[in-house]
């Protein structure tokens, strides 16, 4: 998406507009040779920052285009303590589960199996359940043979089954 973004003194104010947006709205700018009140717009999409680390973004010259332009900074101590407090008290998650420090977030005290499947959390127990795979909806099954046998479907191997 092609993006362009106003300018005051050659620095950029507002929010990118899209090129389909710049024609209705400003249909007497030329898009291909842009006047000095406006510039091309490059989105850039936000760094991953760690639980206890704050971004943000401002729009800078980068080349000849305006950019998003990311920093990171990480919390002070007091932040910190002041994040972990709101995390724990926000939880409404199980009750058995730990806050991690580490991590900033609430971790179940036994370790989800990393085999691949789908694992639901069940408090009761205590423990990771599988979740078994959807069965296959009607409108993905092999169509029902037409011999006038009677026939099951098999989940297990999306195919019908004779009947004994």
Do not use: C
Request: no cysteine.
């Amino acid at each position: 998406m092609q993006l362009y973004i106003k300018l005051l003194d050659n620095k950029p104010i507002d929010h990118p507009i899209a090129r389909e947006n710049m024609l209705t709205a400003y249909p007497e700018v030329d898009l291909n040779n842009l006047p000095n009140s406006w510039a091309e717009f490059v989105r850039v999409l936000p760094p991953k920052i760690g639980p206890y680390e704050v971004k943000e973004v401002f729009y800078e010259w980068v080349g000849d285009v305006i950019k998003d332009v990311w920093y990171v900074y990480p919390m002070s101590p007091e932040e910190k303590t002041a994040t972990q407090n709101r995390r724990k008290q926000a939880w409404t998650g199980p009750a058995d589960w730990i806050f991690d420090e580490e991590q900033g977030t609430h971790v179940p005290p036994v370790p989800m199996p990393q085999d691949g499947k789908l694992y639901t959390w069940v408090q009761l127990a205590s423990q990771w359940v599988e979740i078994p795979p959807p069965a296959v909806p009607a409108h993905n099954r092999p169509t029902y043979p037409t011999d006038g046998k009677l026939y099951d479907y098999n989940e297990n191997t999306n195919s019908w089954t004779l009947r004994p």
